[in-house]
């Protein structure tokens, strides 16, 4: 029973080491900051739509504290008549050997060109729970519907179930229950190539969306680049991670 | 408010006594693994009552009755009907030696015996008192304005016990938010009460107060519980009339009932007297509160009188049935309604038939075939018709489709790929019988079924799928996909996914819900969250169970549901619940209309109960 433990943690920790590349994930489940390793510093940024000049970018700081891993991040989406900043902070703590629990605090700030300053805070529940090669996880996104005004931030619940195939190969399955959108199915598979190169496809079902991504790691580096095609636009976005030697 | 407090105190001084404990999580984890659509707190009147008059597996109508506790596959309550009559049990983990899961075994453990009637002499005597209380925030309009009658509280009130061998009592007492407990020239609000005597000689069972009659294949008369279930389509038998605290308001019958046997041949004698809600038809709502609701309440007088003869053989059984019933309703002569029940086993085949009449003048009929393909298949097949001046105010859901009026044919076929996997696929067509105008066509459909199950040691998933089509209409798809998760004996989760397609638009529900048990097993922690996004059908939701409380709801819209509920042992015998469940709706500034409006578009359900079990 030890072994099986002892080699899922090992297992599942290797993915995670291998691949940063859910920093570029727009719903990332702060169960998950406890695989991470610490510290750790990244930058993103998604160009949404090029013409009116629509981005999202995110820039972040995951460390630890005793036992307790933290992460804060900054986080900006819009164009320049329309911006929603959010600073976020979450930590995780491991429950148990398989179940661990995450929160984020976000103070939300939009700021509408000559028109409008609104703010909120909000908070999300991430939850994980993971057997041998399974790995379960469930996001609930601003669950007391904080608004701006009304209904206008994003109030959903995420199941993820995330299968480890061997140690180089992932897949996930994502259900997502939105209070604005309803809900939506996303599948992906991801594959690392001698722990340096990933390879990650996505798609969505409802609407009908796409994308794939590529990661590079070198030395404390790691390069991410993907592309969305989105059912409104496409979009192209680049995430930096830098893990310092201990 | 105080009569109900005085009432609780006084019951729960009276039930004050050491036992022991029973939770039913087993059969409820199962049960909400397979089944969509619960009505918790009938079900769990069911358990209670076989809990303390146990099944005997050397008793053969004991045995058919299995098929109540909804807790066995319809493959398995077969196998074990044919080894129990022809073997002497000695213990139900004999049923091992066929192919029955252990897991199912232990599910039906509590509700089983081995022993002779003359053992049970030194059996224990159980009691059972339960008390719980409901009330919701904000309150509505009708408790606001003072249109409800009553206090803003739901009780419920249950006790029932052994006074020895023979004599068995029981008492309930439920009344809804709003509704008075006294009705001025009506009597207390929904009392229920049974009195049951059994063990002499020939005469086996005198039942006095509620119960239930439950007739062959359930055309004519099937109000005992039982699961609705729409993917797959099963039957009870056996039983006849069964007592019953069940809280519910109409479907029951009221008066004296008994059962005789003599060799092969068992005889049921029963006679009703009730009334029912209503005015010119009948009102099933339950909920009298306001001075126009209360003008409902108990108008319609229904008499009933009747006989049931059951002759079974070793492997057949024939039965017969005549009764005269009046309802003050029809302001006609009294109906003469007949069943006629025959059931034929041969080798791997089972052929099952009953005809119901009335006056000799419109009929109903259900025949059916069940085969036993090797060790893991079951195929059936059921022909099922109904004229459409037929009585159906006691029938059961043997129908997916309408309220039975109608002709139909259904197949089903079930198997097990391997070890784990089972698949199950079911096919319903239907012709409606039911009145309509001269150029209005009857109503036809079909419908589709499947369902994929993996059971392992630690975890379940689910997958049902189904396909209406009425003709000239559009057609509805139906997913629901469950995964169960056994963390370790004291953590296990679940989630749901119901999606609905009507009209190209999906409607959808999200679920998760959670499960923990302290190491003593003296707590019990659940909490459960849903997201719901509907268009144009509404979603049902099921929070994790909570003893007493009716725990579903269809919902519409969109928005989201939490509860948290907290149950905990206080000592060996007193159990208590807390539950709390928030109900949010982003789509609306106010929930509901009427009296039953809501000033907000959140509202908090709270309920609480204490529960006692003894033994001695």
New interface residues.
């Given amino acids: 029973m030890k072994l099986i433990t002892l080699f899922m943690l090992c297992f599942s920790a290797s993915i995670y080491a291998q691949n940063n590349y859910f920093f570029l994930d727009r719903y990332l489940n702060p169960s998950i900051l406890y695989d991470l390793n610490t510290p750790t510093y990244y930058l993103n940024n998604t160009t949404l739509n090029q013409e009116i000049g629509l981005y999202e970018r995110e820039l972040g700081y995951v460390f630890r504290i005793k036992n307790n891993v933290y992460k804060t991040s900054l986080y900006q989406y819009g164009y320049n008549k329309f911006q929603e900043t959010s600073f976020k902070i979450s930590t995780a703590k491991k429950l148990s050997k398989?179940?661990e629990l995450g929160v984020r605090l976000s103070y939300n700030y939009l700021n509408i060109y000559e028109l409008e300053n609104l703010s909120t805070v909000s908070f999300d529940l991430g939850f994980g729970?993971r057997?041998k090669r399974y790995i379960?996880r469930?996001l609930?996104e601003n669950?007391l519907?904080a608004s701006y005004v009304e209904?206008d931030l994003e109030?959903?619940?995420i199941?993820s179930?995330m299968y480890l195939w061997t140690n180089n190969l992932t897949s996930e399955i994502r259900?997502?229950?939105?209070?604005q959108?309803?809900?939506n199915l996303l599948h992906r598979i991801k594959y690392c190539y001698k722990t340096r190169v990933s390879l990650i496809l996505s798609q969505r079902v409802?609407p009908m969306e796409y994308g794939y991504g590529l990661g590079y790691k070198l030395k404390n580096f790691e390069f991410y680049s993907q592309y969305i095609k989105y059912s409104y636009t496409n979009a192209l976005g680049i995430c930096i991670v830098y893990t310092p030697k201990k | 408010m105080k009569n109900s407090i005085y009432c609780t105190v006084l019951v729960c001084v009276f039930a004050f006594q050491v036992s022991f404990a029973q939770n039913f999580t087993k059969q409820w984890q199962y049960v909400e693994s397979t089944i969509e659509h619960i009505d918790v707190t009938e079900l769990f009147e069911v358990w209670e009552y076989y809990q303390q008059t146990p099944l005997n597996l050397n008793n053969r109508t004991h045995v058919n009755l299995l098929s109540t506790l909804n807790l066995l596959t319809d493959e398995e309550l077969k196998l074990i009907r044919t080894f129990c009559a022809q073997n002497r049990v000695n213990s139900i983990y004999q049923l091992q030696t066929l192919d029955v899961e252990l897991e199912s075994l232990r599910r039906i453990r509590p509700f089983i015996t081995t022993t002779l009637i003359a053992d049970e002499t030194n059996r224990k005597r159980k009691t059972n008192f339960y008390a719980g209380l409901q009330f919701q925030t904000p309150q509505r309009l009708g408790v606001l304005e003072k249109k409800y009658i009553g206090t803003a509280i739901k009780t419920h009130l249950r006790y029932r016990t052994e006074l020895n061998s023979k004599w068995k009592i029981g008492l309930a007492l439920e009344k809804d938010i709003g509704e008075p407990m006294y009705y001025k020239n009506k009597g207390i609000n929904n009392l229920s009460w049974s009195v049951e005597f059994s063990g002499l000689s020939k005469l086996r069972k005198i039942t006095f107060g509620k119960y239930d009659i439950s007739l062959g294949e359930g055309i004519l008369f099937g109000t005992a519980y039982r699961i609705n279930n729409p993917y797959f389509l099963s039957y009870n038998k056996g039983v006849v009339v069964k007592s019953s605290l069940s809280p519910k308001e109409y479907n029951y019958f009221e008066g004296i009932a008994s059962t005789w046997e003599y060799k092969q041949i068992t005889m049921d004698l029963f006679a009703s007297a009730t009334k029912a809600n209503g005015l010119n038809t009948y009102d099933n709502t339950g909920q009298f509160r306001t001075n126009t609701e209360i003008e409902k309440y108990k108008t319609i007088s229904r008499h009933l009188v009747g006989i049931h003869l059951r002759k079974e053989h070793r492997n057949s059984n024939f039965a017969w049935a005549g009764i005269v019933y009046k309802s003050s309703l029809y302001k006609e002569e009294a109906l003469f309604l007949q069943s006629f029940y025959l059931s034929k086993n041969y080798y791997n085949l089972e052929f099952v038939s009953e005809t119901a009449c009335q006056d000799l003048k419109a009929w109903a009929n259900i025949q059916k075939l069940n085969i036993s393909l090797g060790n893991s298949s079951f195929l059936t097949v059921q022909f099922r018709t109904r004229e459409s001046n037929m009585i159906n105010e006691f029938n059961s859901d043997y129908t997916s489709f309408s309220n039975g009026y109608e002709t139909g044919f259904y197949y089903a076929f079930q198997s097990s790929l391997t070890n784990r996997w089972t698949l199950k696929l079911a096919f319903d067509t239907f012709e409606s019988k039911q009145l309509k105008l001269e150029d209005v066509p009857y109503e036809k459909g079909r419908k589709i079924l499947g369902e994929l199950l993996k059971t392992t040691e630690h975890n379940k998933f689910v997958c049902q799928y189904q396909l209406k089509q009425l003709k000239e209409r559009e057609k509805t798809q139906k997913v629901r996909i469950l995964y169960q998760q056994i963390q370790n004996t004291q953590l296990r989760w679940d989630t749901k996914l119901y999606c609905t397609l009507e009209k190209a638009e999906v409607n959808s529900s999200l679920q998760f819900n959670l499960y923990w048990t302290s190491k003593s097993k003296l707590e019990k922690l659940s909490f459960s969250n849903c997201y719901f996004y509907t268009h144009n059908e509404s979603i049902y939701w099921q929070a994790p169970h909570f003893f007493g409380s009716y725990n579903a709801r269809f919902l519409s819209g969109r928005g989201s549901t939490l509860s948290i509920s907290l149950q905990k042992k206080m000592r060996k015998d007193l159990k208590i619940g807390l539950q709390a469940l928030v109900l949010n709706y982003v789509d609306r500034a106010e929930i509901g209309t009427g009296n039953e409006r809501i000033a907000n578009n959140k509202k908090l359900d709270f309920a609480v109960y204490l529960k006692w079990n003894r033994r001695d």
């Fill in positions: 398989s179940i729970i057997r379960l469930l609930l669950p519907n209904n109030s959903q619940f199941i179930s259900f997502e229950e939105s209070l959108s309803g809900l409802k």
